[in-house]
């Protein structure tokens, strides 16, 4: 038992920030957990959490946005390296990865937190029409298979040795795990189904026993 309600962040710039609210609120009660969840925009609420998910949307409009307040990214930076679990959806993972590239304009000079040591191709399916939604295996959360829903999605094409590949979808990496840092290139919270959020609420409270 915590003797501390955990404190849940939604990085609240842009994107499917209710969606997330929603599904981390599904799965808190599925877990009989009590949580303070909080939308986050200012920098010095970071401090105050003990998790942070980043919501998918469009990269480039919230690493300009996070960009706006001068500590505010290197103090996300600073508490996922020490440790703050953190999931990143799409845009989120986006955000998270060392690296993003697009094949028709190469690297994306955005401004990326980096903890994640990989490297992104961004709309890597396509662009709006080329979206989708597909059944994948992801064992990580277990046996069932989950809706994959790609929006613009990217794909993961190159991992660290510390990163464990959670799924492939024709053989590209769609969703991946280092530590305290999970990514996914599809919209768990569009899949109607919480389990992602699940794992990522159990990454705070196991971190916060510690
Ligand atoms: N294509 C978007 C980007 O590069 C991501 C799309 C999404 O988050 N659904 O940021």
């Keep these: 038992m915590i003797d ?32 303070v969840v909080d939308i986050i925009q200012y920098s010095r609420q970071i401090n105050n959490i003990d998790g942070l998910l980043l919501p998918g949307g469009e990269s480039t409009v919230i690493s300009s946005l996070i960009s706006i307040q001068k500590d505010m990214r290197e103090s996300i930076k600073q508490r996922i390296s020490d440790g703050m679990p953190a999931m990143g959806t799409c845009a989120g993972m986006i955000m998270l990865a060392k690296r993003a590239y697009d094949r028709t304009i190469g690297e994306t000079k955005q401004q990326l937190l980096g903890n994640l040591d990989i490297i992104v191709e961004r709309n890597a399916f396509g662009r709006q029409n080329d979206s989708f939604e597909t059944d994948i295996k992801v064992p990580f959360i277990g046996d069932e298979l989950f809706k994959g829903v790609f929006i613009r999605a990217p794909v993961v094409t190159s991992v660290g040795s510390g990163v464990e590949v959670l799924s492939e979808l024709d053989g590209k990496i769609v969703a991946v795990k280092q530590n305290n840092i999970i990514g996914t290139a599809f919209h768990p919270e569009l899949a109607n189904d919480d389990r992602f959020h699940g794992k990522f609420i159990n990454l705070i409270i196991d971190n916060k026993k510690k």
């Design 4 to 35: 501390k309600k955990i404190t849940i962040g939604i990085l609240g710039f842009q994107g499917d920030i209710e969606e997330n609210v929603y599904a981390i609120c599904s799965a808190l009660k599925k877990l009989n957990i009590e949580a």
